[in-house]
């Protein structure tokens, strides 16, 4: 969307094509129960200034809510509030070295610049090294195994580097302060506006139609949907690698196998509407590996629960490799099994609290930042001319995040234009 924005503002003819029935990707908003609210969560940071700009065209910026937020943490059966240096300094699971030893650790990597070197390195290994043996087997494996699985194995230490960056760049945009943000209504009212700027600028949406193939003709270059068959000047894919492998008619084999050899992570992603809060904690973290999901979100302890018709909104994330069976489990199961792991967790969670629950599931999210990874990127131009593919691939020394991504678009929309 910020990449057809910046180009009908520069007078080219837009056209965006979407296969699903309404904008915004991972960033779209859903129905749980009388609700409509993120499908992911999403929180913004004071840092996050092209995402905070964009909004700022979009007349959105100044409605937004800053939150200070509690974090939590699940280790051995108990969940610790982990907000502030004093309760860190009390968190029994790790002696006082291990805790000396594990903030230095994240310093450390908050002043490092050399990200590429990082990349050479498993990230497990480097934080072993910094941190010690027990606080990698009790703190960091558990973190990495919850975003990564065992594909943890495989990730360079850039990964947990991005990760401490983002954190620490909410710190320096001025305040010492973490503060999370959000916009009234959601994503679904950014979408909602940001679709009608779009129009405005006279951008030509086209949605529920997926892209079948994408390929070189006389008269410039075809993109074939369930619709029917297109001809444009350019065409730019921001769909993952995976799928610009399968549509692009054309490509050499070396780009293709760059193209397929990105690894991805999925999300099973359920959503809860409650009668109660659970705990105030805005993101807890799981070190207990008994746990199906990954980590506990409680958006309503960011986002004021009017919001939620008075409700508790929680998402509780599972990351996992595209080939995971998690993806064949039906909605009861998981359900079943997440609402037992809830009442093992929260002494004061039952069943009756439940509203609604749905789930999300995706099985392309990130790409993994592997050993050498920025080495192997696939390019943004393609061998077809005037075919680009630009994608969350080729965020490189950073986390998944919409100011990544916006900031990438408005990069490869002023290139575009310049070339
Ligand atoms: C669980 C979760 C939590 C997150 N939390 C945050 C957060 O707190 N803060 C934050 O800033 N960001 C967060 N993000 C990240 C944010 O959602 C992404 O950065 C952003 O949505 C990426 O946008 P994108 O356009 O690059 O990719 P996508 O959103 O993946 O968009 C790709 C689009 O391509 C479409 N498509 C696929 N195939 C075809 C085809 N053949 N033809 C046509 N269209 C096709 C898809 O339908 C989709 O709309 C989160 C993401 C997830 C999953």
Redesign the pocket.
């Known amino acids: 969307m910020t990449l057809a924005h910046r180009l009908a503002q520069a007078g080219q003819g837009v056209t965006l094509?979407?296969?699903?029935p309404h904008l915004?990707?991972?960033?779209s908003a859903w129905t749980l129960g009388d609700v409509v609210w993120d499908r992911?969560?999403?929180?913004?940071l004071l840092s996050?200034s092209h995402?905070r700009a964009v909004l700022s065209e979009l007349g959105l910026e100044k409605d937004m809510k800053w939150v200070e937020t509690r974090t939590g943490f699940y280790s051995d059966g108990k969940l610790y509030s982990m907000s502030n240096s004093v309760e860190f300094l009390r968190f029994p699971p790790l002696g006082l070295i291990d805790k000396l030893r594990l903030g230095a650790t994240i310093f450390y990597a908050s002043r490092v610049k050399d990200w590429q070197r990082l990349e050479t390195i498993p990230v497990a290994e480097w934080l072993g090294r910094l941190s010690g043996r027990r606080t990698l087997e009790k703190i960091w494996l558990p973190l990495l195994r919850s975003k990564l699985g065992d594909n943890y194995k495989k990730t360079s230490a850039a990964f947990i580097w991005a990760t401490i960056q983002r954190l620490y760049a909410a710190r320096r945009s001025g305040l010492k302060k973490e503060m999370f943000g959000y916009v009234p209504g959601g994503y679904a009212r950014v979408l909602e506006r940001y679709e009608q700027v779009l129009r405005d600028e006279g951008v030509t949406i086209r949605l529920g139609q997926?892209?079948r193939r994408v390929g070189r003709a006389p008269a410039g270059i075809e993109v074939e949907t369930g619709e029917g068959t297109d001809v444009f000047d350019r065409v730019v894919m921001?769909?993952?690698a995976v799928?610009a492998a399968k549509?692009c008619d054309g490509l050499s084999s070396s780009e293709k196998a760059l193209l397929e050899g990105v690894q991805y992570q999925g999300?099973v992603?359920a959503s809860l509407l409650l009668r109660r809060p659970l705990a105030g904690f805005y993101v807890t973290n799981i070190t207990d590996s008994w746990v199906p999901f990954t980590g506990v979100i409680e958006m309503s302890a960011l986002v004021d629960r009017a919001q939620f018709g008075g409700h508790s909104l929680v998402y509780l994330?599972k990351y996992v490799d595209p080939s995971d069976p998690t993806f064949e489990l039906g909605d009861d199961q998981i359900q079943e099994q997440f609402l037992s792991a809830l009442e093992r967790m929260y002494s004061g969670f039952g069943r009756g609290d439940l509203v609604s629950f749905r789930v999300s599931r995706?099985r392309h999210?990130f790409a993994l930042p592997t050993l050498g990874y920025s080495r192997r990127l696939p390019a943004m131009d393609t061998t077809i001319p005037g075919v680009h593919v630009v994608?969350?691939t080729h965020i490189v020394n950073g986390t998944?995040?919409?100011?990544?991504?916006v900031q990438l678009a408005e990069r490869e929309a002023r290139r575009l234009l310049a070339g």
């Open positions: 094509i979407e296969a699903a915004g990707g991972l960033a992911h969560y999403h929180v913004t996050d995402l997926a892209t921001t769909v993952p799928v549509v999300i992603c994330p995706v999210v994608n969350s998944l995040n919409v100011n990544e991504t």
